[in-house]
Structures are given as structure tokens and as C-alpha cells.
């Protein structure tokens, strides 16, 4: 079993920054891909950003140039820097850990970029 936490979750005006954290319970060498997801009100949870243990890191096309996926295993974290955010990026955002073919979500932080 798995528990993670985010935090960094706010408001923040267009144009602003913000950066999110994932703190596992486990050792993220353990974890095979970390990632984070959002989902808007009335629609269905998307992929943000992934890393491999290895730090292979993938992007949705929405956040590709802004958004940075990046993991401390040291410290069992995964972070999301976001710049130049937009009013579409208002959603809720969970942390997502992939570990030996299972899945755990954290319990999502609430991101709101006012226009």
C-alpha cells in the first residue's frame, strides 16, 4: 500500500506560478512511474505529466513548455512546477504512483487560476 500527499494547491492569478508536491509513503525507488493528473468540473481525469524511475518524463500537450515534472528520491517526492498558468488549468490535481502493476491516487489539491 501506498499513500500519497500533495500540497502547493491554490489560487493563483493567469500568468502566475505554482508548484506541487507528492510525498510518497514508500521509497519512490520502489515506484515504477510517478505522475500527475487533473480533472475540471464535468470532465474526465487527464494526464498531466509523468516520470519514469529512471526520469523519463512525459507531457500532455496543453502543458508541454510550462509545466515540469521532476522527483526527489531522495526525499520520496514528486513535484510539478507550473508557469505562465491559464484560467483552463483550474482543476483539481492528483499525484499518481505506479508500483508493481498497481496504481494509488492521492486525494487530489484544488488549483484555481482566476483570469
Known amino acids: 500500500q501506498v499513500q500519497l500527499v500533495e500540497s502547493g494547491g491554490g489560487l493563483v492569478q493567469a500568468g502566475g506560478s505554482l508548484r506541487l508536491s507528492c510525498v510518497a509513503s514508500?521509497?519512490?525507488?520502489?515506484?515504477?512511474?510517478m505522475g500527475w493528473y487533473r480533472q475540471a468540473p464535468g470532465k474526465q481525469r487527464e494526464l498531466v505529466a509523468t516520470i519514469s524511475r529512471s526520469g523519463n518524463t512525459n507531457y500532455a500537450d496543453s502543458v508541454k513548455g510550462r509545466f515540469t515534472i521532476s522527483r526527489d528520491n531522495a526525499k520520496n517526492t514528486v513535484y510539478l512546477q507550473m508557469n505562465s498558468l491559464k484560467p483552463e488549468d483550474t482543476a483539481v490535481y492528483y499525484c499518481n504512483a505506479d508500483r508493481f502493476t498497481y496504481n494509488y491516487w492521492g486525494q487530489g489539491t484544488q488549483i484555481t487560476v482566476s483570469s
Open positions: 514508500v521509497s519512490t525507488f520502489t515506484i515504477n512511474a
